[in-house]
């Protein structure tokens, strides 16, 4: 870390709420009432973001073009240019932690929990094809031998995105166990 990088105040960040990653597996039961945002208050959720993540991005002396958009009911906001991959990090860690430290500026600015998507350099999209395709071979796996699979443990993204495609097959179903950061997904018969 710069000392730049030392000066933000996340100490003030951190004692703010953080919303649950992507309610991956909330029941209408567990799932925390939500006031219900209209697209013009989901934008202004993604105009707060692309301002924090291009003040950090000055911070950090990056050149990257964002884009905020509102897609599938969340705030997104995509960051695009060359020399990026120390914003994502190992596995995507670092993109993680910046979409979590986002979201807190979010809700220090408006008052409300964010679901904001976060994305650098199209790793999430292309970290989806790869999972899709991990997904099908876990789902073929247990249909052809009826027994269950066990994938790496996966960040609550990764994990939407496989439950997602195994959801779309007949004849197994997914279920998450463990507990974060080893929280992985069993691909099953359906019963």
Same mark, same amino acid.
């Given at each position: 870390?710069?000392? %730049?990088?030392?000066?933000? $105040?996340?100490?003030?960040?951190? $004692?703010?709420?953080?919303? /649950?990653?992507?309610?991956?597996?909330?029941?209408?039961?567990?799932?925390?009432?939500?006031?219900?945002?209209?697209?013009?208050?989901?934008?202004?959720?993604?105009?707060?973001?692309?301002?924090?993540?291009?003040?950090?991005?000055?911070?950090? $002396?990056?050149?990257?073009?964002?884009?905020?958009?509102?897609?599938?009911?969340?705030?997104?906001?995509?960051?695009?240019?060359?020399?990026?991959?120390?914003?994502?990090?190992?596995?995507?860690?670092?993109?993680?932690?910046? %979409?979590?430290?986002?979201?807190?500026?979010?809700?220090?600015?408006?008052?409300?929990?964010?679901?904001?998507?976060?994305?650098?350099?199209?790793?999430?999209?292309?970290?989806?094809?790869?999972? =899709?395709?991990?997904?099908?071979?876990?789902?073929?796996?247990?249909? %052809?031998?009826?027994?269950?699979?066990?994938?790496?443990?996966?960040?609550?993204? /990764?994990?939407?995105?496989?439950?997602?495609?195994?959801? =779309?097959?007949?004849?197994?179903?997914?279920?998450?166990?463990?507990?974060?950061?080893?929280?992985?997904?069993?691909?099953?018969?359906?019963?």
């Amino acid at each position: 870390m710069t000392d %730049q990088t030392e000066r933000l $105040d996340l100490e003030e960040l951190a $004692d703010l709420p953080v919303d /649950e990653a992507d309610g991956e597996e909330e029941s209408d039961e567990e799932a925390p009432k939500r006031k219900a945002l209209s697209d013009a208050d989901l934008f202004r959720q993604s105009e707060v973001a692309a301002d924090y993540v291009e003040g950090l991005l000055d911070i950090l $002396d990056a050149d990257g073009d964002i884009d905020e958009l509102v897609s599938n009911g969340r705030p997104v906001v995509e960051v695009v240019g060359s020399k990026l991959q120390s914003l994502i990090g190992p596995r995507g860690a670092t993109l993680e932690a910046l %979409q979590e430290l986002t979201r807190l500026a979010i809700f220090k600015q408006t008052g409300e929990p964010s679901r904001l998507l976060l994305d650098v350099g199209g790793y999430r999209d292309q970290r989806r094809k790869e999972l =899709a395709l991990v997904a099908r071979n876990a789902v073929d796996k247990v249909k %052809q031998h009826g027994e269950a699979v066990r994938l790496e443990p996966m960040s609550a993204f /990764e994990r939407k995105c496989v439950h997602d495609v195994v959801n =779309a097959s007949e004849g197994v179903a997914s279920e998450s166990e463990g507990v974060e950061p080893n929280r992985r997904i069993v691909v099953r018969p359906s019963e």
